[in-house]
Every structure is written in C-alpha cells, then in structure tokens.
C-alpha cells in the first residue's frame, strides 16, 4: 500500500509499468549495442528503430532530424549552438545576423544560462534579451513583434513549468512571418509533451528539446527535433551513433523505455483526455478553496496546462506549506527555490508582476496525464486535513477559537527571534522582542487563542513595538504607561503571568528579564531572556538549572545553559544520530526511551503517520524546545530521539539538549523521509 501522494509530475514522474517493462527487456534480453552487426546487436537495433519511428509520427517529424539525447537540457545545448554556430559563420561571412538573443522571461534556467554561454565561449557577443510577459503569464507580442527584425534567435517555452501557461506559439509565429524575421526559433516543449497537439514539422519551429523523465519515461533520456534545412551542429562527436547528430552509445533502457510511453502516446487508451484532466484540476482547486481560505491561483486556468496549479495563501509561507503537505504525505513543490525560513521568490511569478508574498509563498501542485480518480479523491481528502491542521494551529483565521497554549513559545526569522510567556489559564501572555516579520503570526496567534496581552517589552531601547501593539487591537491596551523598553510603569515588582511572575533587569542600555516563580528566588528561575548573554548580571540572580533564551540565534541554539561552556560541551562521547534501521533495536534496549517530533504542530496534526516505526510520538516543535528541555534535563537519564522530516531539525533539537548536559539525547538521522513508515488507523 503506497502512503504518498505525488502531485509534483512537472519535476519529474513516475516511470510508467510499461516502460520499466521495456527498460528490463532492453537491459536483459535486448542488451546488445545497436552498432553490431550481429543478431544480438539486431535485435538492439530494432527496439532503437521502433522507438524512433514511433517519435516522428507522433511529433509530426516530416523531413526534420530527430535524436535521442540525455535530456532537455542536452536538447538546449545542442539547439543553442546549433543556431549559433551557423550565425557566427554567417557573420564571417559578412552576412548581416540579428543582434539580439531573445528568450521570454519565464523560461526555464537551461535557456538564458546556455545563451549566455555559448554566446561568450563562441565570442559572438550579441545582446541577450529577456521579453517580458503580462500578469497572465503571456509574452508581450507587440515587443516582440518591435523586436522580431533585429531578433537572431527566439526562444518561447510551449508550456511553463511553475504555472503551465501556455505559449500562444500560432501567435508568435505569424508575428516571425509578418515581420520577415531571419530569427531562428527555439521552443522548449518539455512540459507539452503528452499534454498538447504537436505537430512539429507543419511549424516555423526550428528546434524543440523534450525531456523522457518529465512524461513516464526515466532520467537521462530526451529527444531534440530539429527542422528540416534548420543548422545543426552535433554537441557530442565520436562514433557516429544517431546518424553521427549524437555521438555515444546509446542509452538503450532509457529509450527502449521511452518509446513505449510514446507507443502508449500514440495508441491512447493509456493517458487521460484534456477534459478529464481538467475536472481533476478543478476538484483539487474546489478543495483548496475550501480547506485554505484566501487561496489565489497564480494563474488563469484556462491558458494554462490543465496539470498545474500553482497557488499562494495569504499569510503563509511556502516553507510551511510545503512542510504541512509533506506531513500528509502530499508531495508538491515550492514555486521558488526556497531556503530556511524566508523563501526566494519566483522569478516566474516575478515577471509575472505577483506581489511578493505570492511570488515568495507559491506552492506548484502538478499531475500527469495519468492521474486517476482515486488518487484525486484521496489528494482532497488530504488538503482537507492539512487546511484543518493549519487551522488549529492558528496559521490560518478560523472561526473557532484554538486550544491556548501554555508556557514559552520561540518565533524566530533569520538569526532574530521573538519570545511569547503564554498562561493559558488566564489568556494573558507576554511578547518579549517582537520582530517586524513576525507581528503578523503573533498578531493571529493572539487573536486566534483571545489572550490578552500584558506587556511588549524589549531588551534593547528604541526597538519597535509599536507595529505590533497597533495590530493587536482590543487584545493590547496601547495607552498604559511604559518605559523605554515597554515594561509597564506599574509592574516595579514583577509582571503577574499565571502562577510565575517576570521581572525586569537593568543592565547598561540593555535589559534582561528573568522568568520564575511568584517571589523570585535565584533558585525558582526557569528561564532569563536576553539580547547577549550576560553570564555576570545574571548569575547572582538565577541557579545552575536556568535556562537562557537569547533574542538573537544565529546559530539555532534556542536556549543555553548557565554553566560555563566548556563545562556543557564535553558530551560528545555518545553518536548523536541513530540510525532509521537501528531505531527498533535502540528503542527495544531502552524502553523508557522518549520519541519527540520536533515538526511544527500543524505538521504533527496533519501526519498520517504516528512516528518512525508505528510507534507514536509526543509533539515538541522547535518553537517550544526551551519550555521542555527544563523538564527533561531533571531525568537526563531516560533517552530522548527526536525526528523531524528530513533530520535537520532533530539534530538541532539533539545538539541543543547535548549542549545542556543531556547525554541521552538523539536525533534520527535522515528523518521520516528514510525511516520505515507504518499508517495511522
Ligand atoms: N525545460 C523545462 C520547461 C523543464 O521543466 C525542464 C526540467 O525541469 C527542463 C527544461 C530540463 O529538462 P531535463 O531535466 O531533461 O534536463
């Protein structure tokens, strides 16, 4: 029984049972090389011969050359200096060429980065020129057409990979002809294939790349059509093999493969009609609608691959969302390469003018053309309960009001972070260093719970709270009196927060706050937030048990110890990561082992999976590191293995405990993603 639900065929696909099939047979019985004479080599031969000529008919070839390569991004190399290689020696020639390179501004990476290489290694010097496309994703034809006389080579995708927008490719090419453009013509039809009418030789298009891996066929094998009486100019020479266009033996499983998704292709049956691929698309965004409210699709359905959705929710990154899918085994993809905690935008989205937040948070959902029923149905099901997990969470507004949270909670952006001391009896809490990036998540955290908020304070003057107080509203009373650093005129002795008080520690321009039981006794201490540690101040007025909370955390330490560091580091001795196929064996010698996911809460909540091996976890996101680690330091006999998705996380969480004299505490390496996976009932 399969768990996961890939809904990320743009990046690639699964390969199709009839091609492992043929793939086997091509490796197992076919296994000769198709330059051999003898009958082994023959029957290689046959299979190379059948894939091919199953691809010219079904790309409508006509006299044009057609080869097998490793891929699409071969299929650009060889495209690219074809076309220039043929405009450098028509210049030596002293013909006149076009001075421009123009290639849309939603094209994949291949293209811009191999013009401008093989334009500098090939020392034509000609300008490479990005045309720009409109909100919906649609080059702008009028530049082009101002730009079509002086274009050498035009390069327009046929479909795009992030959005599926479809190239208009009848429009551009009346333009070409219009204009009397002497302009080669590059259309990447990576994401087309199986999906659009292609007819290639019936076209102006003089080169079109195409990728097996992109339509159930595996990595490493591609085709590259060039038009009949286009220049052609082999990327790879030696033996000869492809008609001497593509020298190198032949990836012969990789093609015997793809000529059975192309037979498939070819024969239909196999794959789903637009129509039906359309009303899947339709019912995964109906679900979205639902389960993500404020939901915006990054682009017009109806101009674009019915495949792809790719959409922003206000509010939330695509790091989390991203994460809240994986958790439910709902494998998508970030519209933009995203790293830790900010993600880079997409330059998609970007040149599509979408606001940043859209072009930062954008979340690509893809299928392929043999997406059926079921896994649709259950696809929705599943973004049903990620919106639900979410909701609860209070990443997203809901109607009901979240269970309260109890105790410190870490929210940190790019080394910074923020500190909330939660009372869920009371509904008050406490914001220390509250971060311009982050008045948005405590703003709905508070709203979502309905705390009150006591004090914003700071440890450093002049720092800005203001932003978050206006945003609080009738949860934050702005017009109490506070000091410079927003403790509030009338707490001398402390701020009252449930059964602990926090209390306010004058040191030069900064300030340190100390968090501990009602009388403040050095020994009740739990917790002293401050913007450096200050080991001398604070020493005197807390205990050894003590945890620290710095407000800045470049390093992902979340909370260090009062004892001296080099004291704390020497518990090296023990590996600090298990192994996935030793965990069984661990958790069987130390049964009082604990197991702690340390994904966020809407991860945990969204999980159809208990933990690593069928057996169930506790939830302590990293945000919450510091309210636990107290408590487990007062039995740091009993083992702690905590996992995360990928083992990032984990590990931070298991150095954090080792640094505070844990000895026992371990991170799964490799995470959920390699751990065997047993299913929630
Ligand atoms: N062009 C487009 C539109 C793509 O989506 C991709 C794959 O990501 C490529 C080119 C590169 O293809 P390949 O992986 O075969 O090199």
Redo the contacts with the bound molecule.
Sequence with gaps: MTTEIYLDG???TAVLPAAIAAAADAMGQRYGNPSSSHGTGLKAKAVLDQARACALRLLGVGDGRLMFN???????QTAVLSALAALRERRERGEAIGSLLVYGAT??K??PESLAHWNRLLGLNLTLHKLPVDHDGAHDLAQLRALAPQAALVCT?A???ETGIITDLAAISALLTDTGSAAYWLV?C??ALGKLDLNLAATRIDYA?F????LYAP?GV?MLYVRAGAPFTPLIMGGGQEGGQRSGTENMAGIAALGAVLAALEQGGTFRSHHELASFRARLADSLRAALPGVVFNHPFDKSLPTTLNFSVPGLTSRELMDVFDAAHVRVSSGSACSAAKAAPSYVLDAMQAPLWRSAGAIRMSFGPLADEATIADACRRIERCGAALRASCLIPSERTAVPHDGLLQLGVEGACSWMVLDAASRSCIVIDPLPDMTGRIESYVRCQNYQVQAIVSTLPGADRAQLAAALGRHFDIHAATDDYGWPASADDGIRIGAQTLASVADGAARHYLLGAVGLAPQSMRFAFCAQPALDVLRPLTCAQTLLCPTRDEHNQFCLGMAEPAAASAQAELPLQLDSAALDAFLQAHPDARLIDVREPYEFAAAIAPGPAGRSARSVPLSRLAEHASGWLQDASVPLVFFCRSGNRSLKAAQCLRRLGHRQAYSLGGGLALAPMALAA
């Design positions: 743009n990046a690639t490793s891929g699409a991004t071969e299929g650009i094209e994949h291949a293209v995708m479909a795009n990979n990447d990576v994401q790349p990728s097996g891996h992109k990595k591609g």
